[in-house]
Every structure is written in C-alpha cells, then in structure tokens.
C-alpha cells in the first residue's frame, strides 16, 4: 500500500539557516503530495501541495518540488525563523487511498535564536 | 470564514465510559474525515463520510468505535467502554469535494482524549 517516509526529529537549527526536511513516498500511479505543520498547541495547517510531477508548491517562504523520478517531496526554505519551530508532516492521497491522506510521522523542527 | 471546529477540546474519561466527539466542518464541505493521532505519530485515518453516507469505516479499530453524520454536516464520534489504548487526539477534517484526491483537507483543532 501507500506509504510516506519523513526524516527523524527532532532538527535543530539557528536563524537563517538553510532548511530541508526529506520525504520519499511510495505509492500507485500519480498521488497528491502535501506539506502540513502543527504549530505548538494549534492545529494541523495546510503548508503546500502539488498534484502533478514537476509542480513546486510554496508557501510563507517553504518550497517543494514533486520529483516522480526519486518519489521524493522535500522541503526547503532558505532562511529560517524562530516562528518556524512546529511539527511538519508530509503526507499523500493517491488512487489506492483515494481519499485518505497518508502521513509521515512527522519532523519536529526547533529553530534557535 | 469559519473553519472547522471540534468539541470537547480536552476529555479525561475513566476506563469503561463512553465518549462523544463533536465535529463541525466547514459549511458546504462535501467530505469529512476522522484521524487518530497519537503521540509523536502521524494521524491514521479512521473513517470518511461523504455528506451522510459513510463510505469508509475500515480504520475504526474496534466496534466500540462508532461515527455518524446525519445530515450531512456535524459529525460525532463516539467511543464505548473507553480503554487506556484509545488515549489520542481525535482529528477532523473536512474538504470541499467527495471522493477527490486532489482536493484539500482543512483540520479542526483536535480534541485530546485521556482515558484514566
């Protein structure tokens, strides 16, 4: 079945640094690709998304390219902020899950001053 | 406009009472999802209705587990004789279409659920 691969937290960054966090998939056909984080104490929040390969989502500075030929939607966002400390899952919808999302589980992101 | 809103947000619940969860998606909103979450996990999908009918209730982990959506809007999820291992937080989404994978599912705040 469809799975989604998120790296390990937690991530400890300063501000202004560089941020990836990888997710690989695996899944039928053509899936949705999606970016959700969890502030402290709020709930989950749609980040980005892209439904077909080669499309880049972004969104507040993050960006993530559907890459079908390494099953991979990695996050990116060149300069961090303290504001960006949150919990970021990357999930699917595709067409064995149809309608589920399928999650990772999660990258705790702490981003220092 | 209004997003998704849950109630309780917080239920403390002894080991053999049942439970109500209260869902109410974003008006207009076709599909509506229930997910688990537990601690330091991914939410896992338990159920999905699209307006009443329910279409899928293969993530339900036990039939004490029960979901309804009568007429098309506010959902409830409802937990007999609670047991420990049913301690998470209850996730509800809503999205716009039915049965469209493309579509994006917007989340209410969860509601915490501890069984004692």
């Known amino acids: 079945g469809d799975s989604v691969t998120q790296m390990e937290g937690p991530v400890t960054l300063s501000e202004e640094a560089f941020l990836t966090i990888n997710c690989t998939y695996t899944?039928?056909?053509?899936?949705?690709l999606f970016w959700y984080v969890q502030y402290p104490g709020e709930g989950l929040q749609l980040l980005l998304k892209?439904?077909?390969a080669d499309d880049k989502g972004s969104n507040k500075g993050f960006e993530a390219t559907y890459r079908k030929e390494t099953t991979s939607f990695h996050l990116e966002k060149g300069s961090v902020q303290v504001s960006d400390s949150a919990v970021y899952f990357c999930?699917?919808?595709?067409?064995?899950?149809?309608?589920?999302?399928?999650w990772g589980a999660g990258t705790k992101l702490i981003i220092k001053p | 406009g209004a997003g998704v809103s849950q109630s309780p947000r917080y239920k403390v619940a002894k080991r053999g009472q049942d439970v109500a969860l209260r869902c109410d998606p974003i008006?207009?909103?076709?599909?509506l999802f229930w997910y688990q979450q537990a601690l330091g996990q991914g939410p896992e999908f338990l159920t999905y209705?699209?307006?009443?009918?329910?279409?899928?209730k293969s993530g339900l982990p036990s039939d004490r587990f029960f979901a309804e959506r009568p007429e098309g809007s506010v959902s409830t999820l409802k937990i007999q004789r609670t047991q420990q291992e049913d301690s998470a937080v209850y996730l509800c989404?809503?999205?716009?279409?039915?049965?469209?994978?493309?579509?994006?599912?917007?989340f209410g705040p969860g509601t915490r659920l501890t069984v004692l």
């Open positions: 989404a809503s999205s716009l279409e039915g049965l469209a994978f493309r579509d994006t599912q917007y």
């Open positions: 008006s207009g909103h076709v599909s």
């Open positions: 209705f699209q307006n009443e009918a329910q279409l899928d």
């Open positions: 899944a039928t056909g053509y899936p949705s």
């Open positions: 892209a439904t077909k």
């Open positions: 999930a699917l919808s595709g067409v064995d899950s149809n309608y589920q999302l399928i």
